[in-house]
């Protein structure tokens, strides 16, 4: 089912002299099954955001509804919400504690009340998802490297099978190698399950090559929201807001600008390739 | 949630209170809360009362802010109250049962109340105008005849002020430890002591990797920029006493008299 944001406000630290609002006015729809990057600039309210979607903290104004239920109601299950949508939050390694990597896993799920059986079914499930390989399972999480407590973690939350899964800046701090896995596994799952993913981002780049809709937050406010093919046809606007669109679509911009007949909404390097080999055969 | 506590938090703001040399506002205090043991008398605490009143209004600091601290100590407040009512032996002047008000009673308990609580204000004022960095730099500098006989003034100083410097982002890493186990179901808040006691073993275990690890590249980062202790560091911006100090020091000195003078002749004014 769906999650749906109407004229969500969030103001911190209201009535002190320090109160800001961090979001203005949200209206979303998110659907099921879609995978969704939120992109914008630090600071814009992306992290306050995803937080509000599974109860983490109550919007000062507006009104969220997951299935229909607003989750904010004073007699919702909001320990519940959070096993329906999972939050990974930003350096998620950061959260474990357990001796061993499975025991971490199991957290989630435990939580959840579920069956001794169904726990360990599910964390050997999560794990597996994440790529992680067997021999690690039962050692310390904290002897393993930076991408791989990062998977352990998110497999942390994919234990509790979530209908949306939500992951904030999920490759901050990785190299491009660890960043690839973790956006192609992000990939994977959402593919294999059809969970709907919201991906959070401020990389442009990142999110171009797997996502179908991009949502763009400025300053608490939404942006922008569309396919990746009608926000990167603004690219000036992009980039008043502190924002990039992805170096092939400005390669394209370029060709186009020097003669070449080339498509310029195009996102990712696959479709550049395309469209710049036609445009070179027609020539 | 977390960040309610304000214990030690600077508050903001232009006033003639913020903008005093911190050196002064530590030895006013100081001088404060040696008044108030001093004082003993109804008008003597009226005069210790006025002094806070006038602090405050020159400090511009919210008195909601300043009342936040009494919070804390509510509990500790009440609790002396009470045992100094009911146990304090002198001439009864209600019973009931096995327990008895006194006078005396009565009298130390009111009297102890005020102190606790004008002790509490007053610490708070210094506290919420005054950035612990400067705060800091102010106890290194009045402590430092203590050099004399080897207390190590800087190291305790520099000690102080990365403990300060890290407690908002300790909060904020508990904060953030504590969302994202909520986020994996966890729950806080139901179920008895013990229980809860071991529900905090998720927050509790990544809070002291994460501090030990912050102090380690801390200690690596200062010796990066080769930090060697206090001996012949000099400083960026020294503390100097300006015109108001001199006038904000001539003020307490002439309030502390006061309070010296309504101890030994009190009781003929009253």
Redesign the interface.
């Known amino acids: 089912m769906s999650l749906i944001l109407d004229h969500v406000n969030y103001t911190y630290d209201t009535s002190t ?1 320090m109160s800001h609002d961090a979001l203005r006015d949200i209206n979303l729809n998110i659907k099921d099954g879609e995978f969704i990057g939120l992109i914008g600039h630090t600071g814009s309210g992306k992290s306050t955001l995803v ?1 509000t979607m ?1 109860g ?1 903290l109550k919007p000062t104004g507006g009104n969220i509804y997951y299935d229909g239920a607003d989750i904010n109601d004073s007699d919702y299950d909001r ?1 519940a919400l ?2 329906k949508v ?4 930003q350096y ?1 390694e ?4 357990e001796e061993t990597v499975f025991k971490d896993v199991c ?2 799920p435990k ?2 009340g579920l069956t001794e059986k169904e726990i360990n079914l599910r964390s050997f499930d999560a794990l597996e998802k994440v790529h992680l390989e067997h021999e690690y399972f039962y050692q310390s999480p ?1 002897d393993l490297s930076g991408g791989q407590k990062r998977r352990v973690a998110i497999a ?2 994919l234990a ?1 099978k979530p209908k949306v899964l939500i992951l904030d800046e999920p490759t901050a701090g990785l190299d491009p190698k660890g960043r690839d896995e973790i956006l192609g596994l992000i990939s994977k799952i959402h593919e294999e399950t059809n969970m709907t993913v919201i991906l959070v981002s401020h990389s442009m780049e990142d999110v171009a090559n797997y996502v179908d809709r991009i949502i763009v937050m400025n300053k608490g406010e939404v942006f922008m929201d569309g396919t990746p093919k009608e926000v990167f046809t603004h690219p000036d606007e992009l980039e008043k807001i502190g924002l990039a669109v992805p170096e092939v679509t400005y390669i394209v911009r370029e060709l186009k600008e020097r003669g070449l007949n080339v498509d310029t909404t195009v996102t990712t390097l696959q479709e550049a390739k395309e469209t710049i080999l036609k445009a070179l055969e027609g020539r | 949630m977390i960040r309610d506590i304000t214990l030690g938090q600077y ?2 703001a232009k006033s003639v209170i913020h903008r005093m040399d911190p050196r002064v506002k530590i030895i006013g205090t100081f001088i404060y809360i040696v008044s108030l043991f001093i004082v003993n008398n109804l008008i003597g605490y009226l005069l210790a009362a006025l002094f806070l009143v006038f602090a405050i209004s020159l400090s511009k600091v919210p008195v909601k802010f300043m009342l936040k601290g009494m919070k804390s100590i509510a509990v500790l407040l009440l609790f002396a109250t009470v045992f100094n009512i009911f146990l304090t032996p002198g001439e009864i002047i209600w019973s009931w049962w096995k327990l008895s008000i006194s006078k005396e009673g009565l009298l130390t308990a009111s009297q102890m109340a005020v102190r606790l609580a004008f002790l509490v204000i007053g610490s708070s004022i210094m506290t919420l105008t005054t950035t612990p960095n400067n705060l800091t730099d102010a106890i290194e500098s009045v402590l430092k005849p203590l050099k004399v006989i080897k207390v190590p003034v800087h190291e305790i100083a520099m000690m102080m002020s990365i403990a300060l410097r890290f407690i908002p982002i300790l909060l904020e890493e508990t904060d ?2 504590m ?9 806080f808040e139901s179920g008895n002591i013990f229980k809860r006691a071991k529900n905090m ?2 927050i509790l ?2 809070l002291f ?2 501090a030990f690890r912050r102090a380690n590249d801390l200690s690596m980062a200062m010796e990066a920029r080769c930090y060697r202790g206090g001996d012949g560091r000099t400083k960026m911006k020294p503390l100097k006493y300006q015109k108001a100090d001199a006038l904000a020091y001539l003020v307490l000195v002439a309030y502390l008299a006061g309070c010296i003078l309504l101890r030994i002749f009190g009781q003929y004014v009253i």
């Open positions: 002299s937080q599974n983490l320990r959070r096993g999972g939050l990974v939050f998620p950061h959260q474990l504690f957290f989630g939580n959840l904290f942390g939350v509790m | 508050y903001p953030k430890i969302k994202a186990q909520l986020a994996r179901g966890a729950d073993v998720p275990v990544p990797i994460s």
